[in-house]
């Protein structure tokens, strides 16, 4: 299965439910619309744990935000402050990707194999899946 990459702590806002629409400076590929793909949270700068998958995700589409202004008053869908140093928003287009389910593991999985920058194909897990809204 292809593994999506999003650093702590959007990953957890994502499986959680709280975050519905993941913000990115490029639309969502058509061949991942409606296609269940691991969500391998990040660590980022800050995190002190190395990349493990805590469940799926699947969105719907994703959509173009057409000016600053929609993207504001859509965040209580995306959750990045205005004020983000690094998600908010900037010169480059960006575009909101739809969630549409979510699946959160009971405990976190670690992974092997060479992770992508974004998209991981063919992503293993080193142990069994075990699957639950935990």
Same mark, same amino acid.
């Given at each position: 299965m292809t593994g999506? !990459?999003?650093?702590? /702590?959007w990953s957890?806002?994502? *499986?959680? &439910?709280l975050k519905t629409v993941e913000t990115r400076s #490029? +639309?969502? /590929?058509?061949k991942y619309e409606g296609v269940e793909l691991y969500l391998v949270e990040t660590p980022g700068k800050l995190g002190k744990f %190395?990349?493990?998958? *805590?469940g799926t995700i699947t969105f719907s +589409?994703? @959509? =173009? #935000? /057409? !000016? %600053?202004?929609?993207? *504001? !008053?859509d965040h209580n869908r995306h959750l990045v402050s205005q004020n983000d140093p690094f998600y908010s928003w900037n010169d480059k287009p960006k575009y909101g990707w739809v969630v549409c389910s979510v $699946? %959160? @593991?009971? $405990? /976190?999985?670690d992974i092997? &194999? =060479?992770r992508g920058i974004i998209f991981t194909n063919n992503l293993k897990l080193l142990e069994n899946a075990n699957h639950g809204n935990g």
């Open positions: 999506l !990459n999003v650093q702590a /702590p957890s806002l994502l *499986i959680d &439910g #490029y +639309h969502l /590929p058509l %190395k990349a493990r998958v *805590i +589409h994703s @959509f =173009k #935000y /057409p !000016n %600053k202004t929609d993207w *504001i !008053n $699946e %959160k @593991f009971d $405990e /976190p999985l092997s &194999g =060479k």
